[in-house]
């Protein structure tokens, strides 16, 4: 599918002195100075990123200030995925966050790291050096119970300074991390946990969400009794006092261990920092394992020259600690930034909550999810006339593509000179592939860039790149904080599976992307998904532009149901309605404006209103495993139940495929 490759229109460009005072500017120059390397703009950067990756990685750990305890050799040998990246180097994760400063001196005991607030309006602050003492007194907390280099620590908790604390201190033991967010149940837990065998669990006694309060201890008790590798539970008192018979209570631990010394554990580049999962839609949720090295790396470089972060910031993401966006969080304390941490529902008492968040403590990158931004357009609301957010000079979506009308309400409704940083990655790196740059414009629609050091491809189906053209997201040289492995694959197998059976020896993400003459790109929806109608394919994600952009459609969720090369199928568009609307009134304007804005092939066959639309416990919708139960295959093959965050969801789908 090939596009016309005039521009849109820009909706925001940086001032040049601005852009003067960037660090990716500070970069270029350093490179200049200091390798004789000559980049002027974005995009001569990124291709010397990518054409040159050993020195590009290597200059990145030397210009953020990589603290090494053993100095590395070889920046990278190897090819993708048994890359080696800086050989013999050692170094610790939380060594740099509670260190905090890009290149320079460490920061200050007073300064502020933690801002936290809670949906019922618990709320607090930790300075760097509250931080550094907690950090210190939960690790000797858990070197207490016997957790050395290696052990898995795991958590059964929230958004919150204690969840943040406890990974550090494990990270700076060396110990492997894994959380899970409260709110998901028993068995999502256990699949997960279970299988990385933890020796201690850090878990909540309860949790606060949309004005209720939920008392998990019974889910906690259940979990010590089904993971038998655990040695010992420390539990949060976060609500309502409660307690649990056989568990350390945290608040014990640390004021136990006060005055504890701070150290931290060298290990290897690749040494395993933490667990995070697959959506584990259908089997056991795959354990992706990033190293310490990778991530500090990558999250430096996307932190502090994509996103120009650093001392003096206020970095918030909405997020739960079952999203890979909380590890990149958490992350902002790597380059200096005040990180805010929110734990509730972004729509309690109402969709302004994160608006008044971002205003009350001068939020300036104010991060969150494109269906986020979908709500509050559909709910009306202003933010920029309700608060005052002259902080704020970004707003990053990510999660699924952001619809044109998306952008189009964040300049109107959020401010013209906000910066939109659209980004898309994946958990697989725990990191973006294609982004955003303070030096780069903001393209209507689009997310405004590559990101350095990622070798993005949009291929064809005979495996070639293409400009202007629909294609495989493909990356084809390696990146740092690519997995190191998958957790009990010992051959590999089942990670070249996941990523390089399509064309060997490059990375296929799974996500149909379009790249621009300009360098900037779109996200069409997954491939695995795509609609093939008439041979014209398109991602999903044109089609939900045009389907929710109406107000009377709360959600939807379209399904090809054409095999691969068959055109016998047909296309269904699930839609769950607003209240007040009926399918009879809007039928008729959805097929209209589907078939101007896309094209007759793709006016659904049918139109079935449901309740609501399945999704995964991290809110993506659930389209491969519906479409392979509109095809036959049975719904526990299909789909596994506890890795929705609304399985009864499924019961239409399955109705509908016995009567077809």
């Known amino acids: 599918m090939t596009h016309n490759a005039d521009a849109p229109e820009v909706l925001w460009r940086p001032e040049q002195s601005r852009v003067a005072d960037t660090k990716i500017e500070a970069f270029r120059h350093w490179l200049r100075a200091e390798r004789d390397v000559e980049v002027d703009d974005y995009q001569s950067l990124w291709e010397f990123s990518v054409d040159r990756a050993p020195e590009f990685w290597g200059a990145v750990a030397e210009f953020l200030g990589m603290r090494w305890h053993d100095q590395p050799g070889e920046v990278l040998s190897g090819e993708m995925p048994t890359a080696i990246w800086f050989a013999g180097g050692t170094l610790n994760y939380a060594e740099h966050a509670l260190t905090g400063g890009v290149a320079g001196a460490a920061k200050a005991d007073d300064e502020l790291a933690i801002i936290f607030h809670r949906e019922d309006g618990l709320s607090g602050q930790l300075t760097y050096g509250k931080l550094r003492a907690q950090v210190a007194a939960a690790r000797a907390g858990l070197q207490a ?61 309860g949790h606060v969400y949309n004005g209720r309060s939920f008392d998990i201890r019974s889910t906690v008790q259940q979990l010590r009794e089904q993971i038998p590798s655990l040695e010992a539970t420390l539990l949060i008192d976060y609500v309502g006092g409660g307690t649990l018979e056989g568990t350390l209570d945290w608040d014990t631990v640390l004021s136990e261990n006060a005055g504890a010394e701070l150290a931290f554990e060298p290990v290897e580049f690749a040494h395993p920092l933490w667990v995070l999962y697959s959506s584990g839609t259908t089997g056991l949720p795959k354990g992706i394992v990033h190293g310490h090295g990778g991530i500090t790396l990558e999250h430096l470089k996307a932190l502090a020259l994509q996103n120009d972060l650093g001392p003096g910031d206020r ?152 400009i202007e053209e629909v294609g495989e997201l493909v990356v084809t040289k390696p990146m740092p904080s690519m997995p190191v492995f998958f957790w009990d694959d010992k051959d590999g197998s089942r990670l070249r599976e996941a990523y390089f059976e399509m064309y060997p020896g490059i990375w296929r993400h799974g996500d149909w992307i379009r790249i621009t003459s300009r360098g900037s790109s779109v996200i069409y929806g997954r491939s695995d998904s795509t609609l093939n109608r008439g041979g014209v394919r398109m991602g999903t994600a044109e089609f939900y532009r045009v389907v929710e952009g109406f107000d009377q459609v709360a959600d939807s969720l379209v399904i090809d149901t054409s095999a691969a090369g068959n055109e016998d199928g047909q ?41 609501e639309v399945p999704r995964t416990l991290n809110g993506k919708k659930c389209e491969v495993p519906v479409k392979k139960i509109l095809s036959g295959v049975a719904p526990e093959r299909a789909v596994s139940r506890d890795a929705l965050v609304n399985p009864d969801a499924l019961r239409p789908f399955v109705e509908l495929a016995k009567g077809r």
């Open 315 to 466: 970095f918030f993401w909405f997020t739960t600690t079952g999203w890979m966006m909380w590890n990149f969080l958490i992350s902002g304390l790597l380059v200096g930034t005040t990180i805010v941490l929110f734990d509730g529902s972004p729509g309690h008492p109402d969709l302004k909550t994160l608006w008044h968040l971002a205003e009350q403590h001068r939020v300036t990158y104010f991060g969150t999810s494109a269906p986020y931004i979908q709500s509050c357009l559909k709910a009306g609301i202003k933010p920029a006339e309700e608060f005052d957010l002259t902080a704020l000079r970004v707003l990053g979506s990510t999660g699924s593509p952001l619809s044109v009308e998306g952008f189009r309400w964040i300049v109107d409704e959020v401010g013209n000179r906000v910066q939109i940083c659209s980004v898309s990655g994946g958990t697989d790196l725990c990191a973006a592939f294609v982004a955003s740059s303070p030096d780069l414009p903001v393209w209507l629609g689009e997310l405004s860039c590559r990101a350095l050091g990622a070798a993005v491809e949009a291929y064809d189906e005979a495996g070639k790149p293409v």
């Open 571 to 611: 296309l269904l568009c699930f839609l769950v309605l607003a209240d007040g609307a009926t399918l009879e009134d809007i039928e008729p304007m959805l097929r209209k404006e589907l078939r101007g804005a896309l094209s007759p092939r793709h006016v659904p066959d049918r139109f079935v209103v449901v309740s």
């Open 145 to 205: 119970v016997g957790v050395t280099k290696g052990d898995r620590v795991v958590a059964l908790a929230p958004n919150c300074p204690q969840t943040l604390v406890a990974f550090l201190a494990a990270a700076s033991l060396g110990a492997i991390w894994s959380s899970c967010s409260p709110d998901f149940g028993v068995r999502a837990i256990s699949d997960r946990f279970t299988q990385i065998e933890p020796k201690v669990l850090v878990a909540v006694n």
